[in-house]
């Protein structure tokens, strides 16, 4: 979606400046937002995709305001209204309300959390050959899906080089939308920075993404 998160190549946002020395977490409740974040994904009521498209919907003015884990909290509290799990009037007590609501899979057990901080591999037997080789020159689709994409904004109508093949993997734009893995073959495309923002763009840079077949046609 074109949404405020998809701020590749956008100005006028300032300079980044790294915090020296920066903690893991500047306040108890960034830990706890994380712990509940892993415990809740646990359960399998939504997956990884669900939840990037839970934060893509969150208004620009809230994105841009909000910390890192504020973002990551209101997330949380998206996808358990939408799942069922809770209630707006239990969110604003701050504790259940009403009967537990059943899970996908049973709660997450100290001993299980190494476990579960792994992230499970994505590839997936090919449905079919791949269209692209390495060398092909490709042309990002120029798509503005209203629903989750991982295809950068930036790079759409553009023209770039498959320089890489993945092997086929869960695509995220059916996932997101929970209509099932439909895999995908997945390439890196190498993209020239002129070619993206023109001829003031430094003329040795090349910028990789990961893209999907579907986004992707023959230059």
Do not use: C
């Not at 701050?94 to 959390?113: D, F, M, Q, T, Y």
């Amino acid at each position: 979606m074109n949404g405020v998160h998809d701020m590749g190549g956008m100005d006028g946002f300032g300079k980044v400046e790294p915090e020296a020395d920066e903690p893991v977490f500047h306040a108890p409740w960034e830990g706890r937002v994380i712990a509940m974040t892993r415990a809740m994904g646990r359960t399998g009521m939504w997956n990884i995709d669900m939840a990037r498209a839970a934060r893509e919907r969150q208004p620009a003015g809230f994105y841009l305001t909000a910390s890192y884990y504020q973002s990551w909290g209101r997330r949380l509290e998206t996808l358990l209204l939408e799942s069922g799990l809770v209630t707006p009037d239990e969110i604003a007590a701050g504790h259940a309300l009403h009967p537990a609501k059943p899970l996908k899979r049973s709660r997450l057990r100290v001993e299980e959390v190494p476990n579960s901080l792994k992230r499970g591999s994505y590839a997936r037997p090919a449905a079919a050959t791949a269209r692209f080789s390495v060398g092909d020159p490709v042309r990002a689709r120029n798509m503005h899906p209203a629903t989750h994409t991982r295809l950068p904004r930036y790079t759409r109508g553009r023209r770039g080089v498959v320089e890489r093949v993945h092997g086929a993997h869960v695509f995220p734009d059916s996932s997101a939308l929970g209509a099932g893995e439909d895999p995908q073959w997945l390439y890196t495309v190498v993209f020239e920075g002129r070619e993206l923002w023109g001829a003031d763009a430094d003329p040795g840079l090349k910028v990789s993404i990961e893209a999907f077949e579907p986004y992707l046609q023959p230059a």
